[in-house]
DNA sequence: CCAATTCGAGAGCAGTGCTCTTGACAGGTC
DNA sequence: GACCTGTCAAGAGCACTGCTCTCGAATTGG
């Protein structure tokens, strides 16, 4: 078959369409996404769905796939537009970024980050774009190290089990990256991951009414932490 | 009606019966708890459940209620348990407490902490028990300004907004403390949370096999952030 | 033009939360 | 003991779910 004859085309526009009904649905209705409902909206029998998409299952994996890519795209471009040089001012950037998204989407943030579907298991495919948000942080920070603007934090408090597995890490994704500046770009990252959380699945109650404004200090104590400089 | 008929009785056993046969589902099934596999496991009529809780909703939220406070209990306790002269000891035992709480009882942490269920709304009688963790852990900067061993950390770069908000935390919740110690000692929750999460949900791959000394180095980290003397 | 493929709709299965009715049992009173 | 009253478990039934299968219609490529 083309790939451009009319009925892959057409195909093409269902999935879309199946989709876009499908995160609507996901916004007011949570994870647990009914099939039927979707189908109903689209004027079309729930049987017809299967024709696109194999399972429940795999429309989730595809919406969560898509939600990391569009994460992930989100806090690299709002790193990208800032300078270079201007440390402080890209991780604010990232870290604001990825809590726009979150509040922005907030049913698609849960279903990355909220508890794991019971009998679901994530594939392989999302491992990459789910690990680009910490990678952009930990990327500032190697930048940082690059240009002298950041001095590595001693490694000395670093037990050598946590050195070691972290080293590791380092090896893999971030060569040349001093094991404990990289725990501390991780905390940055557990901080932010925390703070999206709290504010959104509404743990921090009405107490704190300037809600961007915490956040961002709390995100500036994370950038000492991690010794980005004012 | 004697409070200690035997009718009373045989029906208070039914309900601790019926919790724990859904404590035991949720491990395995997750929080889209079925029922009517409850009722299977307890030989009994699905509809025989309604007699004891309202709404399958409501067994779920008399679920919460005791993991809120079976796990404010295990912090406290591990806190309650070291001499009160010893911040970081405190510390790292409130904080570990949780975690060894929420890894023995991951199902019921990702009840407490997960996503939220869509269409369930937390009862005002959760957000006592849920205030108890960061409490303790706000508890033990109070100690150590009371006593002298920590000295509070500059408020200069607390935007005003932030400084009122959390005045008025400190106020209703812990006061006399110094806003930037209750900013920080927050951070520290959030970390506490973020990180517990980042390893029940999967988020940390097995990147870190020594997740114990992992864990312990990130609560130090924010043991220094908040200024727990070593 | 025809065979092959693709598609939508409908019926149907097993499961779910929940409601209502029915019949059985225990508690206290006369 | 007889009698009412409140409580309980069970069953049927409703509306919903994910999913499978079959059947007729439409489109495609040869």
Redesign the interface.
């Known amino acids: 078959m083309a790939a451009n004859s009319l009925r892959a085309r057409v195909r093409a526009e269902m999935i879309d369409e199946i989709k876009a009904a499908a995160r609507r649905h996901l916004a ?5 996404l009914s099939l039927r409902a979707v189908a109903r909206d689209l004027g079309m029998a729930s049987s017809a769905i299967y024709r696109y998409f194999p399972s429940r299952d795999d429309l989730l994996t595809t919406l969560i796939l898509e939600a990391y890519v569009a994460l992930g795209d989100a806090v690299e471009a709002a790193d990208a537009a800032v300078d270079r040089d201007d440390l402080r001012g890209r991780w604010f950037a990232s870290c604001r970024a990825a809590r726009a998204w979150a509040l922005a989407n907030p049913a698609e943030y ?2 990355l ?6 009998g679901y298991t ?1 594939p392989d495919d999302t ?1 990459e774009p ?1 690990a680009r948000p910490p990678m952009t942080l930990i990327g500032i920070a190697r930048d940082g190290l690059a240009t002298g603007q950041l001095t590595p934090p001693p490694a000395d ?3 050598q ?2 050195r ?3 080293a ?2 380092a090896a893999s994704l971030a060569p040349g990256m001093p094991v404990a500046l990289l ?2 770009g ?2 940055g990252w ?2 932010l ?3 999206i ?2 504010e959104l ?3 921090i ?1 009405g ?4 809600r961007d ?2 956040f ?3 995100i ?3 950038a000492d ?1 991690v010794g980005l400089p004012r």
Do not use: C, E, I
């Open positions: 007011t209705d949570g994870a647990n849960a279903l980050y909220g508890s794991p579907v019971p994530a491992v789910a408090d670093l037990p089990p946590v070691d597995d972290l590791d890490v725990a501390r991780m905390a557990t901080q991951f925390g703070l959380s709290f699945f509404g743990r109650k107490a704190l009414p300037h404004d915490y961002d200090h709390q500036a104590l994370m932490l």
